[in-house]
């Protein structure tokens, strides 16, 4: 599971992705914060960057299990 959050967004979403993130009790988990993104990053303007940390989270993961 991959957590991706604006460090621009609000505090309340901001504070939503750690505790989504504390709380999954998978260990194939990742938070990444995009510090130059607001609440919508696969729009803003780092959105390439976002494209690439999901693209390496998939493959990174066991996909046979």
Do not use: P, R
Request: aromatic fraction near 10%; hydrophobic fraction near 30%; glycine fraction near 2%.
């Amino acid at each position: 599971m991959q957590v991706l959050q604006g460090s621009l967004d609000d505090c309340l979403y901001k504070k939503s992705a750690q505790i989504i993130y504390d709380t999954v009790t998978t260990e194939d988990k990742q938070l990444k914060w995009h510090e130059q993104s607001d609440h919508i990053i696969t729009l803003d303007k780092k959105h390439e960057k976002v494209y690439d940390d999901v693209n390496t989270f998939l493959h990174i993961l066991n996909w046979s299990e």
